[in-house]
Each structure stands twice: as structure tokens, then as C-alpha cells.
């Protein structure tokens, strides 16, 4: 990965932060954005050489001119990871149809415009990998999770169907769906919780950013060069013992 140009959307935090420290660790240039806490932006951009980027993920004007901000500056770009989402739990009847929409636009319409970008760059340079970060309640039921479920599940679809459109130019799509990992969003399961859900994981577990960060850069670099269009299941075993 030496070289090579990457952004990260949602990379401030959690998963997304695992992924910038993993990918400099491996020679990248690395551009992330984030949308709040500029405080956990500006430590993990001085801790890694990272440039961080504010940016909502909701708004595709403010994407396209941060697209153009990077590439002015990087001049390529080799490798593109959708992290970046919101979840907005609640029961289907009760869900608000501003809260649906809400999680489909960050979730998938924002992941859309950064892929277009990044698309149109790659297609000129006949490479590049794209990588969208879903979830497995894109695959396993999960109570309350509709409008999330739905957006992750997106995510699949959109990795199948881009990886089939870009091959000809040697640009690799593919997904990667997290079971529990350890962030700020799981943090906030209740103990009993917590505790039941890991008892549903082979391993026994809840995983962490930084094994997620591992498929990530498997996935971006050469070694995987004859995988495209997957959803890659990162689990411990959960969606095996249902």
C-alpha cells in the first residue's frame, strides 16, 4: 500500500479511525473525513500524518467540493472506504419516516456520491478498489434496525453491481459486513445485553475496530487483486450459529 492514495469517510472514530491508523501504518496517504468532534479529527490526524476533512455526509455538494479538495491536493486517488453512517434505531410502527430517510441518505446516497467521484478518477487510471463498510443486519434480522438494515443491505447490492460495471478497468468493489465490534455505538448496549448478543458469537465475543481495519487493508491491497463484488462477513461466527 505504499504510495497509494486513500480516503476514508467517517474516519474520526471506531472502525473508521482502526482503518486510518492500519492503512498509514502501511505507507498510505491517507485523507479522512468527519462530521463532529474535531478534537478526535485533529488527535488521530497528529498521531498518524492524516489529513482530516470536515464534511457532512448527508450533504453531496459539501462531498463533491471535499472530493475536489483532495484530489487537488493528492492528485490520485487509489483506494475509497465508505465508513462513514448514523443509526437511528426504533420499532417499525413507532420509526419516524424523517428517521428512515434520514439513515438511507447518509448510509447509501452519501456512500453513492463519494463513489461516483472516486469512480470517474479510477476509471482514467484503470485501477483503484472501492470499499464499502455494510453491516450483518444487512443479512440477520435485527429488531429495531429497519431503516439501518436497509441501508446496509444497500451497501451489498451497490458492491455487486458497481464491481460488475467497473472490472473492465481493473477497479475492485467490495463490502465488508461487521458483526458487534467494540465502538462508541456498541458501548452504549447495556451490560445484559452485551452479554446475551456474545453468547450468540462462536467466539464468544465482540470484535474490535482494529481486526475490521485487517480485512480493510487486505481487501485495498494487491493480495487481493482477484476479489471483487464480495461482502465479506466479519462476525466471530455470529451469522454461523443462527
Not at 20 to 46: C, P
Not at 144 to 165: D, H, I, M, P, V
Request: glycine share 10%.
Amino acid at each position: 500500500m505504499n504510495g497509494k492514495t486513500a480516503i476514508i469517510t467517517g474516519g474520526s472514530r471506531g472502525i473508521g479511525a482502526a482503518i486510518v491508523e492500519k492503512f498509514s501504518s502501511l505507507g498510505a496517504r491517507v485523507f479522512f473525513t468527519y462530521k463532529s468532534r474535531a478534537e478526535d479529527a485533529e488527535a488521530l490526524a497528529a498521531k498518524t500524518g492524516a489529513r482530516a476533512f470536515k464534511c457532512d455526509q448527508t450533504d453531496r455538494a459539501q462531498i463533491s467540493e471535499t472530493f475536489d479538495a483532495i484530489f487537488a491536493e493528492a492528485g490520485k486517488i487509489d483506494i475509497l472506504v465508505n465508513n462513514a453512517g448514523i443509526t437511528k434505531d426504533c420499532y417499525l410502527p413507532l420509526m419516524p419516516s424523517a428517521d428512515f430517510s434520514s439513515v438511507l441518505e447518509a448510509n447509501l446516497f452519501g456512500a453513492f456520491e463519494w463513489t461516483k467521484l472516486a469512480a470517474k478518477k479510477m476509471y482514467g487510471e484503470r485501477s483503484g478498489s472501492i470499499i464499502f463498510i455494510s453491516s450483518v443486519s444487512a443479512l440477520a434480522g435485527v429488531a429495531g434496525q429497519t431503516n439501518y438494515a436497509a441501508s446496509k443491505g444497500a451497501l451489498c447490492a451497490f458492491a455487486r453491481a458497481a464491481a460488475a460495471e467497473l472490472g473492465a478497468k481493473s477497479i475492485r468493489v467490495n463490502a465488508i459486513a461487521p458483526g458487534f465490534v467494540e465502538t462508541d455505538m456498541t458501548a452504549k448496549i447495556p451490560a445484559r445485553i452485551r452479554r446475551e448478543h456474545a453468547e450468540k458469537i462462536a467466539l464468544g465475543r465482540f470484535g474490535s475496530p482494529k481486526e475490521i481495519a485487517e480485512v480493510a487493508a487486505f481487501l485495498a491491497s494487491g493480495a487481493a487483486s482477484y476479489i471483487t463484488g464480495q461482502t465479506i462477513v466479519v462476525d466471530g461466527g455470529l451469522t454461523a450459529c443462527v
